[in-house]
């Protein structure tokens, strides 16, 4: 079992940049598949981007070259560096933990763990 906390959501301009921190308690977080999805207004929850215990990356193809994934084993934190943000970019962000190896399979079949979100609200 690991227990996440989202941080670092906020109101931004359009081309402003932020950063999302998610801590996480439990054991074994280095073995952990981590990563962010987000939901929009009136959406449902979608894949941003995960990093796997070998430190492979995904994005989505709405985020990448954009967004930069990172983790901290030291720290039991990974974090989301967001640049160039656009008022689609508007959601709640969730991060998630799975027990999945591989950081490929995380947008296909999603997180055993989340956190409860935290808002990032970009206007233009």
């Known amino acids: 079992q690991v227990q996440l906390v989202e941080s670092g959501g906020g109101l931004v301009q359009a081309g402003d940049s932020l950063r999302l921190a998610c801590v996480a308690s439990g054991r074994d977080f280095s073995s952990y598949t981590l990563g962010w999805f987000r939901q929009a207004p009136g959406k449902g929850r979608e894949f941003v981007s995960a990093?796997?215990?070998?430190?492979?990356?995904t994005y989505a193809d709405a985020v990448k070259g954009r967004f930069t994934i990172s983790r901290d084993n030291t720290k039991n934190t990974i974090y989301l560096h967001m640049n160039s943000l656009q008022p689609e970019d508007t959601a709640l962000y969730y991060c998630g933990a799975s027990l999945d190896s591989y950081a490929r399979n995380i947008a296909l079949y999603g997180m055993d763990y989340w956190g409860r979100g935290t808002l990032v609200t970009v206007s233009s």
């Open positions: 990093v796997d215990r070998n430190g492979n990356v």
